[in-house]
């Protein structure tokens, strides 16, 4: 028997089956995925996303014998963005993307009504206008709708709801909101009072259970006798933490478009420290566990930007990254090429997030060439991670001796190595293949009892250790001291000035 699971990425969607119980991967198809830029901003365009969706379904098993044998499909997707759903189903208003700053003036309107303090204590996470309820603000505000006869979900639920015609929301999904109340594990009625949005969110079914089968047209296009159940799985970073075996008192470097740092936790810290940090505290996805997360938006983003801007190829950016693995323990040639990139491509996040940050470049000239800005851009996201690190784990009194790595940069070499030697712990690579949507289909398998959790499972994971150059790390720490913090401070207090001279301004104008 087979089970498909789903992982709906800010850059792309990947289906993948895997057989139960092996978790061996038999099949896959990936598409990018769709947005539109409007007037406002940029959208996920989710109409051509869940087309594009149901034809990969097809793809995977319409024409064969899979379709006769797959038990289930799990759902995981990127958090925050969701879109509003009338009662007859149809989408009112944009899905706005998770960092789509369109929405920032709507922390104000949150603002009025609680305070910071208030809103970590009820939800943990910070008042950010990434979060859904900045979105569902805007969109109550600039489209024409009855907001009692709209329901929200999350992209990973309005997939799950398309696909079934059932609507429930998913605890790690709803816990990016700003409406989830962390300690009782429902939905706030406070904040959602407050707001005027009280039958605005749907019911909670528990992370990776069976919510429906899938419904009888879609099965009909597939050929499908016996019946395909449908879950959600959750936020994508949670169910890549599942492949990675992540157990509490590990952390977790998540990579992709994003770059995260998970750690699971018996308890959700709502401690000033925490809020003023910017941590964000959610619900994991099994065990009754909770997790602190920190996300840095520009991660694989300024990967992407560089080849974008310097016109790189695939084939060109590879050769760059040969070019330099033999450079990482050449002191003079990291001395010589000494340069500070703090990668603040879409905001900033913690341990001093802000939206409007903006990158900073220290130490080109007129002879630097690619490998030394692609050198740069990757000490500069090893730098910002180090930031994060050093910061939760001053707050959770903890150190981490080793971190495991998933996603785009378990594929790098370069970075690997450049994340051992700068943050100057082992890591290891766990290079799953696909591992949020292997998380996914491993969730569902044991919430749903195809999968015993304490069996043998096949592992397609290819692991890898990067042990850090002590004389190369000293060198990294001389210069996160005496170039990348006081840079890093400048920064902030000039954007925190700006930030400031321009709410003078708009209240000397009112």
């Known amino acids: 028997m087979y089970s498909i699971g789903i992982d709906i990425g800010t850059t792309n969607c990947k289906l993948c089956v895997?057989?139960?119980?092996?978790?061996?991967?038999?099949d896959s198809v990936a598409f990018q995925t769709p947005k539109v830029i409007s007037e406002y901003g940029s959208d996920f365009d989710i109409t051509s996303l869940y087309n594009q969706l149901e034809k990969a379904i097809i793809t995977l098993i319409g024409s064969s014998s899979l379709a006769q044998n797959v038990k289930n499909i799990v759902i995981a997707s990127v958090g925050e963005s969701g879109v509003l759903i009338n009662e007859k189903g149809e989408v009112v208003g944009p899905a706005i993307t998770w960092y789509d700053t369109?929405?920032?003036?709507?922390?104000?309107?949150?603002?009025q009504k609680f305070t910071d303090d208030e809103l970590y204590a009820i939800t943990g996470i910070p008042v950010h206008s990434n979060y859904s309820l900045t979105k569902i603000l805007w969109i109550r505000k600039n489209i024409n709708l009855d907001i009692d006869k709209v329901k929200w979900l999350c992209i990973a639920e309005y997939m799950a709801y398309k696909l079934t015609d059932v609507k429930r929301a998913e605890p790690s999904l709803a816990s990016r909101t700003l409406v989830y109340d962390l300690k009782n594990h429902c939905w706030s009625q406070k904040i959602a009072s407050a707001f005027a949005l009280n039958h605005l969110f749907c019911d909670l079914v528990q992370s990776g259970k069976n919510i429906a089968k899938l419904k009888p047209a879609l099965a009909q296009k597939l050929n499908c006798n016996q019946s395909i159940m449908v879950s959600i799985g959750g936020h994508d970073h949670m169910c890549g933490s599942i492949a990675a075996e992540l157990k509490p008192g590990e952390i977790l470097n998540s990579t992709g478009t994003t770059e995260g740092l998970l750690l699971l936790r018996n308890q959700a810290n709502f401690d000033n420290g925490f809020l003023d940090s910017h941590?964000?505290?959610g619900q994991y996805v099994i065990d009754d566990l909770y997790t602190l997360y920190a996300s840095l938006p520009s991660a694989g983003y300024s990967i992407e930007w560089f080849k974008r801007s310097f016109s790189v190829s695939d084939d060109e950016f590879n050769q760059?990254?040969?070019?330099?693995?033999?450079?990482?323990?050449?002191?003079?040639?990291?001395?010589?090429?000494l340069s500070i990139f703090i990668p603040h491509l879409r905001g900033s996040g913690?341990?001093?997030?802000?939206?409007?940050?903006?990158?900073?470049?220290?130490?080109?000239?007129?002879?630097?060439?690619?490998?030394?800005?692609?050198?740069a851009v990757f000490q500069g996201l090893c730098f910002e991670l180090k930031n994060t690190l050093t910061t939760i784990e001053q707050l959770t009194?903890?150190?981490?001796?080793?971190?495991?790595?998933?996603?785009?940069?378990?594929?790098n070499p370069l970075w690997l190595q450049l994340k051992a030697d700068i943050l100057g712990r082992e890591i290891i690579s766990c290079n799953i293949k696909e591992a949020v949507c292997k998380g996914a289909v491993m969730l569902?398998?044991?919430?749903?009892?195809?999968?015993?959790?304490?069996s043998d499972k096949q592992s397609d994971n290819y692991m890898v250790r990067y042990i850090p150059n002590l004389q190369i790390n000293h060198y990294y720490n001389s210069v996160f001291k005496h170039y990348y913090q006081p840079f890093f401070d400048l920064k902030n207090r000039l954007e925190f000035q700006s930030k400031k001279d321009n709410k003078d301004e708009s209240v000397s104008m009112l």
């Open 18 to 26: 895997f057989e139960l119980p092996s978790l061996k991967l038999v």
């Open 279 to 281: 941590l964000s505290n």
């Open 444 to 454: 569902a398998g044991y919430q749903n009892h195809y999968i015993d959790k304490n």
């Open 102 to 111: 369109r929405t920032k003036k709507n922390v104000a309107e949150i603002n």
């Open 397 to 411: 009194a903890s150190y981490h001796p080793i971190i495991k790595v998933i996603g785009a940069a378990a594929k």
């Open 320 to 337: 760059l990254i040969d070019s330099l693995l033999g450079k990482l323990t050449d002191l003079p040639y990291l001395k010589a090429n």
């Open 350 to 375: 913690p341990p001093k997030r802000n939206i409007d940050a903006k990158g900073l470049w220290y130490g080109f000239d007129e002879n630097s060439t690619l490998s030394n800005i692609l050198l």
